[in-house]
């Protein structure tokens, strides 16, 4: 292993390619803080230019593409709370609070240091146990998917404030039938459309997530104009912060990483699961286990609630390598695309790579983490200038957050329709904004929909109707009675505080 | 029960999961399907049953943390010409171009908004979107169509 790593650095650490992975962060940062081009977007862009390269240099540019979009999603869920890839959308729930509190710079370094140290984290775990790994993720079947769902929805009263419970399911059932639209998966039959054309293949993510999150943020902020407790916000919002972080929030961060990088880095694992599903459960999971007081400063800036997510996507990001790289199974859609570059380099990842050519196993998983490096070098001494797109007015701010909003769906579809959806959809969610109905449950039921109807589909086909799945396996059984635990810790939380 | 308004849209999710569930079971299947453990219309269903379920509860159980809204505060008027300005923003891009309409609909929105800095109006929306526009299609090599470009000869 040694060997393989020591042959990894090689390749990586030319003067090329470190001027490469550098190339692409900067561009990867650019491209994902633009709503609706993400990490796959940005890797798929790349992908033409690369061919011009050999196959090590090719994926080291890639590789800090990936890294650098990620890292830019971030940014803007933290700055406009306006997250481009559903990996961000946690982010969100704690960065941009933390933002609007005048500590823009720190949110920023906040997550540029939780990446890193996920990042870090789960390529250590990646090195020793990839192979076994794939065994592992190879024995999920459906029913256990399926489990996993519930449980990631589950995690949702972990977002819910006392007595918001059942707002949030109401949230979670609405995000659920909204995917439900368009073309059945498995027979094609139209669902929900009402013969229009435009819902045919369903409702976008990134419509849902810009109406909801950017749009409707944005309509509140003007709504909430003359309130007297907005104005007190809008004058915070011209103090940028420092970047630094103090003891008490690297105490909490020294906290949260490990646990929310094992987490990142088991889900990413899992083919299809990835950084969404990671992320918000690595903060539904940290919400739980912190005290009492730090509990109720979640989804207000807390620096747990920023961190964990944080460290979980990237932690992810580097465990959706492992089906991809031993089993040739992409397990997220940028790894897709990774993968369709790497066939097209002539590397056939699979079982026999890591033991036929270990030298492009290891020069991958190098140049992955040295991409995260530089990111880290490039991206910190940048963030007090990235942190004062904040300082832009509010009268030039709002118009620019819509007009980021409907760029992002128009290059997407080229479709009106889909910009009237999103401004209705947008107008709905200010409104249920207004009396605290929460949008991330609405989200992550959105993200999962498609997946956890495909599971419960073959479940029960496989079970011929049976709802026997649900406890005939041992590890659906006992993701099944996690998520139990976790509700009836829950109600118990509730009453025993009346 | 005390009427507010969250009671009201917990009442309008009930009616909406209800017609939701109807259309679920008015979704049409193959023959062969319709009576298999599982067709397109099964998920949505259990879908409809759980919006009535939750939204149900929401309606009958007491709520102690009420929601009060100062609707006096809220800024109704702008809310809603951004709103409009966006629609039509919308009704045109296709049309008249993104060059054009991007930069009208930043323009005009600025000033409802109560921008008066005609200057830096100008600047943060013409210049701004030319600038967005060829970092897109210039440079990432991302399709924006523009009748309106391409009738002046800019676009190609």
């Given amino acids: 292993m040694i060997e393989g790593i020591l042959i990894g650095l090689t390749t990586a650490l030319t003067i090329q390619n470190i001027l490469m992975v550098m190339v692409g962060c900067f561009f990867g940062t650019i491209i994902g803080m633009l709503p609706g081009l993400g990490p796959m977007t940005a890797i798929a862009l790349m992908i033409p230019i690369t061919y011009g390269f050999d196959p090590a240099t090719g994926l080291i540019l890639m590789a800090g593409v990936y890294y650098g979009a990620v890292f830019g999603g971030s940014t803007s869920s933290i700055l406009l709370n306006a997250p481009g890839v559903p990996g961000t959308v946690a982010t969100s729930f704690d960065g941009y609070p933390m933002a609007q509190q005048g500590k823009a710079g720190k949110a920023l370094a906040i997550a540029a240091w939780s990446s890193f140290a996920g990042g870090t984290l789960s390529a250590i775990y990646l090195l020793f146990m990839a192979p076994s790994l794939s065994k592992v993720s190879l024995s999920f079947r459906s029913p256990d998917y399926f489990a996993l769902m519930i449980l990631g929805l589950t995690a949702i009263a972990a977002f819910s404030s006392k007595g918001q419970f059942l707002k949030a399911m109401m949230m979670v059932v609405l995000g659920l039938m909204l995917a439900s639209v368009g073309q059945d998966s498995l027979s094609d039959i139209t669902r929900f459309t009402f013969d229009n054309m435009n819902l045919t293949d369903g409702i976008s993510f990134v419509l849902v997530v810009m109406a909801t999150f950017a749009m409707s943020e944005a309509l509140t902020i003007i709504l909430k104009r003359n309130d007297p407790t907005s104005a007190a916000k809008q004058v915070s919002l011209t103090e940028l912060g420092s970047i630094k972080i103090n003891k008490e929030e690297r105490t909490k961060m020294y906290k949260t990483i490990p646990r929310s990088s094992i987490i990142g880095f088991l889900i990413g694992v899992l083919p299809g699961a990835g950084a969404t599903i990671a992320s918000f459960l690595a903060y539904g999971m940290e919400r739980n286990v912190v005290s009492d007081e730090e509990k109720e400063k979640f989804g207000k800036g807390s620096v747990n609630g920023l961190s964990a997510p944080e460290t979980a996507n990237n932690a992810a990001c580097s465990g959706s390598f492992v089906p991809m790289l031993t089993l040739g199974i992409p397990g997220s859609g940028t790894t897709a695309v990774m993968l369709g570059a790497l066939l097209g380099f002539g590397v056939q990842p699979g079982p026999r790579l890591y033991m036929t050519n270990p030298e492009i196993f290891w020069s991958i998983i190098m140049s992955m983490y040295i991409g995260m490096v530089i990111l880290l070098i490039l991206n910190l001494p940048l963030i007090p200038y990235i942190a004062r797109i904040l300082a832009v007015p509010k009268n030039y701010l709002i118009p620019l957050i819509l007009f980021f909003s409907v760029t992002g769906i128009y290059v997407m579809s080229f479709n009106n329709f889909d910009i009237y959806l999103m401004i209705g959809i947008a107008v709905v969610a200010t409104f249920l904004r207004l009396y605290d109905f929460p949008m991330p449950p609405l989200i992550l039921a959105f993200v999962l929909g498609g997946l956890m109807e495909e599971n419960l589909r073959r479940s029960l086909l496989l079970s011929n109707g049976s709802w026997e799945f649900l406890w005939d396996r041992t590890l659906t059984a006992c993701i099944l009675a996690t998520t139990m635990i976790i509700v009836l810790w829950h109600i118990y939380k509730t009453f025993s505080k009346k | ?156």
């Fill in chain 2, 1 to 156: 029960m005390n009427i507010n308004t969250t009671k009201i849209i917990s009442l309008l999710f009930f009616i909406f999961s209800a017609f939701y569930l109807y259309t679920a079971y008015q979704i049409q299947v193959f023959a062969f399907d319709e009576n298999a453990p599982f067709n397109a219309r099964t998920f949505p269903i259990y879908l409809g049953y759980a919006g009535l379920f939750f939204s149900g509860l929401k309606l009958i159980l007491p709520d102690p943390n009420t929601i009060k809204v100062d609707h006096k505060n809220l800024e109704y008027k702008k809310t809603g010409i951004l709103i409009l300005i966006a629609i039509i923003y919308g009704a045109t891009i296709l049309k008249v171009g993104y060059f054009l309409t991007t930069s009208l609909f930043l323009f005009a929105s600025y000033y409802f908004l109560g921008e008066r800095r005609w200057i830096l109006m100008f600047l943060l929306s013409f210049p701004f979107v030319a600038a967005f526009m060829y970092l897109l299609h210039g440079i990432l090599d991302i399709y924006l169509r523009d009748p309106f470009l391409k009738s002046i000869g800019v676009m190609g």
